[in-house]
């Protein structure tokens, strides 16, 4: 099944490098990897999205938790959350079929960004399966061109994720924390 | 103070208590070699870049300090990579150092540059491009910080010209090194330790799985205590040899590929196995499948991406080790477990009645006989250092070590060439050991220019060369598997004696097993590193020995003593 990660990373040249390496060298595909700063200066957040079992799953917390650069690992795949990605797509129109598409983009509380003779480029927001049946839906009109980003995803509540790395089955000693 | 970031380099070296770097020079290196002159510090000019990582990994294993190896940029650096993969299977902590061209000039395929972050990425721990003088000290110091603690291994600092020729203005800073994202000393929750102590208080037939983890964290003498108080016989990994003695009753001897029988028996039948450091290598499971199909399965480790990666634990400790067993040990009840160990050793004695030490050699020279051999006539006490093949095996086997950093060995990566640059770090990490190398005629040659080090630096290493005339271990899988058909295996080889003696060293020849005891202690006499080729039977197996896709205990058994040898003696 598709496991969502949630990953802080220090913000130095080479971190997404050694991130994508270790799923690369175990031979995990990435389904989706969107990274950006957070509002703290210095630190990045990447949500990751990868095909894999629960062993799996915690094999690749641990591994990505290891590395010096990475400072804190959340698999956020059952938890309460908003998962959103964000998607440009660039249909051809013609006058006969403009209404329609103007009205489909409606429906999905989409936006048009861009609009000229034989083109309206869309802008939607959403969870993955949305702008999945989006592009469905315009294929039939044709595509010229798409971009996603990649899904972000945030846990729902009052809380950010703090330093527990329960997921290895482990505390860090009181010691550590208080130096 | 105002200093040269080449300056700073030899600084912190000296800070973080290195007394040898292991280098090679060259250009992008060059600001740092001026400066080394002014250092206190023994640089060990080796002979080739992958030499000097070896013994850096040598010297740390011997030890448990930090090992350094110094290399230019380009083809000095890639030259470390073999070493540097070595090191990081074997989680031994190294720090590399290597030169890099100029800041400005990176990306554009400068003269000798090569991505050497990039090329390292997946082989160390950490690596580290360092482009300005300013960071240096931070970053190296981190670097020793990295590569000694929680699970070791091997972290590479790449600096460019300069950076070595900038200036900063530098203060050591002793403060504890602080890295947010690194926490290498993690603790698992108290459940954890009550399922296991549950676990180990129930289980009958228990078998112990002692790795290298024992050694790392210190946990000789509570296995000892643990052992002792469980009664629970202890199998040993590879790199696990001599983390409980060897002569100890309740120490089976190595499991896995080339283990004994009663061993991989054992944990073949065992109810629960207690897994001390170790990390389930395809070497010691052989087929997963049907490994250890009754066993519940406790796993301590130090490192949390251990656990469950290859075999599915019931109970997972993430901590070190030694820690972990004294936290556990109030929990753990005395236990009497004489009926399963009977039933394990019961098998042993059958099993050694096939035992290559007890066989009359038939007027041939066995290497199984020269190794042990070279055990007796060294009390066991010898730092031995191995090579990679047929040779290591028999030395896994016959030289049976009572102290801990005792066998040193590439076990994962199972590096040939290792050898003699690890034997050298060895011997110049423990001066006052007697250090042996057990090589194979093979391997021996992939860094045999050491030699000249050896020469060079007055060391004193004594080497055991077995020479069967061939790449031995993959000969054995052609004879089993490829029906004899040797491709590739044959070794021409040099006289090795002169070799030897044409790099200014000594050099002996043993044919018969009569003369190996007198050429033993002859070469233990003689100053200075001696060289002794064993020219031992060409076709010997290493026994008993489990095929790839064999269940664990499905083995190929010593044959039987040969009647006809018999009748001769
Ligand atoms: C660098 C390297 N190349 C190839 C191998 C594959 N290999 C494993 S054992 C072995 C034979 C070693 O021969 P030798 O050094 O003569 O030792 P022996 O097995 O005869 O004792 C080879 C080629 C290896 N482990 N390492
Ligand atoms: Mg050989």
Known sequence: MLQTFTVYVEDKPG?????????????????????GHTHKPGISRMTIVVEADGFTARTIEANLYKMVNVLLVENITYDDKVIRELALIKVRTSPENRLEIFQTVEVYRSKIVDVTTESVMVEVTGPTAKIDSLVEVFEPYGIIEMVRTGVIGMGRGPYAPTISPEFVEAVVPEEAVAK | MTKT???VIWEVLAKEGVEIVFGYPGGAVLPTYDALLDSSIHHVRVRHEQGAAHMADGYARASGRVGVAMATSGPGATNLVTGIATAMMDSSPIVCITGQVNSGVIGTDAFQETDLTGVTLPITKHNYLVTSADELGPVLREAFYVARSGRPGPVLVDITKDAQNGKTEWVWDDRPVRLPGYQPDLRALPEEYQRAA?????????VILAGQGVIMSGAMDILREFVDMTNIPVAETLLGIGGLPASHPLNLGMMGMHGEVWVNNAIQEADLLLAFGMRFDDRVTGTLSTYAPNAAKIHIDIDPSEINKVVRVDVGIVGDLRETLEILMPAIERGDRNGWVDHILEQKSEAAERDIVGQPEGGQLYAAHVINDLWKYTNGEALIVTDVGQHQMWTAQYYRPDKPRHLITSGGLGTMGFGLPASIGAKMACPDEEVWLIVGDGGFQMTASELATCRQEGVKVNIALI????LGMVRQWQEFFYDRRYAGTPNVNPDFVKLVEAHGLTGLRCTERGQAESLIQQARETEGTVLIEFQVVQEDNVYPMVP??????VMIRRPEPNPELASEV
């Open chain 2, 548 to 553: 790839a896709g064999a269940k664990l205990n």
């Open chain 2, 198 to 206: 549950e676990l180990i208080n129930n289980a009958r037939c228990p």
């Open chain 2, 5 to 7: 970031g080449a300056q």
């Open chain 2, 467 to 470: 020479n069967n005339g061939y």
């Open chain 1, 15 to 35: 971190v997404l490098n050694r991130v994508a390496s270790s799923f690369r060298r175990r031979g995990f595909n990435i389904e989706s990897l969107a990274v």
